[in-house]
């Protein structure tokens, strides 16, 4: 079956076990040395911020690389009402448009879907289960993760190996541990290959909603959307103080931060064809960067 068909058999299926309708709610400080504004950014508060966040697809942190949104975001809300679905849909993409990245034109196929379920464990653990040779490559761990209970959002990847330049790898080549292997030149510095993502999936369980605004949700999803984080990353941002979206479901008045956004634009203008290692250190070089040219942080 082709791959188009299939998420549009995916998208089906997400739209027929979604039953909800459910309306949506609505570091260190700057110093000035000889009049020039210096925000404190320390390397280890970047590390501790960006390491939680990355995460290397299939090939490990060796070998693997970290993906990204390369074609535009294709984005469909489904679940809730018609106006609910639409409205949070419109505000999804202005935030991803805001953090630069590009979605695609009204119609488009998607290739991001939102599943605002009532059921929202229910949904995750059939989802988890129907599709578990598509989106969950490494196995029961991610599956068993995806389905934990009581989550008030949770999100699926699925990326892809092309090479450096861009263009998709023929699936029928030889593999290497599940991933394709490209016949390029590689070196110390760079490789010949990069990660793609290329289906997203996000669960969204209206019934812990209480107190979160429909533009911060939108911003948090927004977020989600770009980057290939681990599961547990924005669980492991509460109660670290640490100022970012991800934090919403702990506090309800969170939005996206300087440093969410830093993280974005450095992901995003990053060298793809990389090694995680590599990718990583050059994120948070140019987050840090970013962060001091800052007006203040958040």
């Known amino acids: 079956m082709a791959r188009s068909k299939v998420w549009t058999a995916v998208s089906g299926v997400a739209l027929g076990l979604s039953v909800a309708s459910t309306a949506l709610a609505q570091e260190g400080s700057p110093t000035t040395v000889d009049d020039v504004v210096v925000t404190g950014v320390s390397e280890g508060a970047i590390t501790s911020y960006v390491s939680p966040l990355l995460e290397p697809a299939r090939l490990g942190r060796f070998e ?17 009402t018609l106006d609910a679905n639409t409205a949070l849909q419109a505000k999804v993409a202005r935030a991803i448009t805001d953090l630069g ?14 599943v605002v379920a009532a059921e929202a464990d229910r949904f995750a ?10 989106f969950f490559e490494r196995g029961r761990s991610e599956q068993a993760s995806f389905s934990r209970p009581s989550q008030p959002v949770r999100w699926r990847h699925r990326t892809r190996t092309a090479g450096a330049d ?5 699936t029928s080549a030889e593999e290497v541990n599940g991933a394709p292997r490209i016949r390029g030149v590689n070196s110390r510095l760079t490789v010949a290959t990069m990660e ?8 969204v369980d209206p019934q812990k909603l209480d107190m979160i605004a429909s533009d911060a949700l939108a911003e948090y999803l927004a977020f989600v959307i770009l980057i290939d984080m ?14 970012t979206i991800l934090r919403l479901f702990e ?3 969170a939005r996206l931060t300087d440093w969410d956004r830093a993280f974005v634009a450095a992901l995003y203008r990053s060298r793809p ?15 840090r960067r970013r962060l001091i040219r800052a007006p203040a942080a958040d």
Not at 125 to 134: D, L, P, S
Not at 273 to 287: H, K, L, P, V
């Open 273 to 287: 064809n990389q090694r995680f290692q590599d990718q990583a250190a050059e994120i948070e070089q140019r987050m």
């Open 251 to 253: 506090d309800p008045a």
């Open 166 to 170: 861009g263009p998709p790898v023929d």
């Open 230 to 243: 681990p599961p547990g990353a924005a669980a492991g941002m509460n109660g670290s103080g640490r100022s």
């Open 125 to 134: 653990a059939v989802f988890a289960q129907r599709y578990r040779a598509r």
């Open 196 to 203: 793609t993502i290329d289906r997203a999936m996000v669960v």
């Open 101 to 114: 990245v590009a979605v695609g034109r009204p119609r488009c196929s998607p290739n991001a879907i939102v």
């Open 64 to 80: 693997g690389q970290i993906a990204r949104w390369k074609t535009p975001v294709c984005l469909r809300v489904i679940g809730a």
